[in-house]
């Protein structure tokens, strides 16, 4: 079963800062960003600072296709470097704050970046893996390094020219091997992705965003970030998710986007209601399925049916539910517009109505290949331009597609991926553990919750939870760690000896 549409307008968009700044509103005083300490951001102030930030990177040798990676808290001004380095020509590498020293060694050694822009306090730690990169530093307050050097520069002009097949940006998403790639996004797989969003979900004039998402996912830097800009609009700014501060500010803002664990969070909030909503017109969920439970509970409690999509950090956005249309639960909805969509049996061959496979996607948002791993490209996408996405799928006589599994065992906890194999392999570097097996479990706030199964040799039976617990903190961001350890005599296995992950996780589904 397969179900495309039609892309919207412009076929060709060349650099995305040139796509998005054609929308930015004639005035350029208009606000861009507005935070709840008062600050207030000017496109005005965007177009200034990203081009003294663009100089400055052409100042430390900076050229088209170079790349920079960025370990940065969230900021008005991280928003302002991205946007500098497409007006660059350089390869933009937003990395995870959370992400340990080892993590972020391995992404500068693979990805050999001219910059590295990381948090003040950082600073001395990036410069021992960074290599020949400069290192420059930029702070949540608009301190750093990076703003100090560019602040007496002359803005840059416009931006470097850039093909529609010139790579923006990658970010890296980790394989069941335990190998991060590096996902290489295009302008054209930007901006042909921001232009059906911003179409499909009706964006206009009066829409102020609510953005309360991180800027190192495809979901706050890409989809909601170039939503807001091609609208010309403005956006309130939280640092992170605070249900008290989200109440506060949803009577000043039209849109919100979120992970599932957002809504959760503000229906367990006292103070949220249908009257904090009134001036709404629209709740967007992703990055995470969206329990049915609470789909059902958001409507009663505010009149709202939260619109649910799906996408990938190889794609953007594939699928969503209609703005204008019934939005159902425990769907993903329809193609946007330009992408196509078909669900598949492991040969490739395409599937009927109902039936269930994988989901494959084509469009132009589809991503050009992972970073130095021709193999890996050629593995997962076919040679007719489908690439597969891994999630088990079905899609019904409506054309609504349901994703009703996902495979690799992707655990996704609070909108984050984790791989098992990873948390795997820093496990069974413990002493006294023979081997582990990691699943996901159902958790009423994260969606799934993160739980390691251990078998350890007889003469480590003193091998605590918490010591495990303790010993992936060190090494992994905190949303990989595991939240229980459990130790079993053995590990269940099927008639070929591979473990069986779906009896651990019915096993400690409760837990």
Known sequence: MSAERKPPGSADYGNLYELLQSHFPAERAHAFIELEDGRRYSYGDLEDTSGRYARLLGDLGVVKGDRVAVQVEKSPEAIFLYLACLRAGAIYLPLNPAYTK???GYFLGDAEPKVVVCRPESK???????????????????????PERAHDLTPIEGCVAAEADDVAAFLYTSGT?????GAMLTHRNLGSNALALHEAWGFGPDDVLLHALPLFHTHGLFVATHCVLLNGTAMLFLPKFDAEAVIRLLPRARVM???????TRLLAHPGFDAEVCRHMRLFISGSAPLLEETFHEFKARTGHIILERYGMTETGMNTSNPLNGERIAGTVGFPLPGVEVRVCDDAGRPLATDEIGVLEVRGPN?????????EKTAAEIRPDGFFITGDVSMIDARGYVHIVGRAKDLII??????YPKEVELCID??????ESAVVGVPHPDFGEAVVAVIKRTPECRDLTAESVIAACKA??????????AHFVDELPRNAMGKVQKNELRERYASD
Not at 130 to 138: E, K, R
Not at 257 to 263: A, E, H, K, L, S
Not at 429 to 434: N, Q, W, Y
């Open 257 to 263: 986007m979120g992970v599932p664990t957002f809504y």
């Open 413 to 418: 906890c609070g909108g984050f991926n984790v």
């Open 177 to 181: 091997t335990g190998r991060s790639k």
């Open 475 to 484: 090494e992994l961001a905190n949303f990989k760690v595991p939240k229980q």
């Open 429 to 434: 570097r413990i002493e006294g553990v023979i």
């Open 102 to 104: 080892a993590e972020v």
């Open 124 to 146: 001395g730690e990036i410069g021992e893996i960074a290599g020949d990169a400069h290192v420059m530093t930029l702070g949540t307050d608009g301190g750093g390094s990076l």
């Open 366 to 374: 589809v991503f050009t290949g992972y970073w130095r791993m021709p």
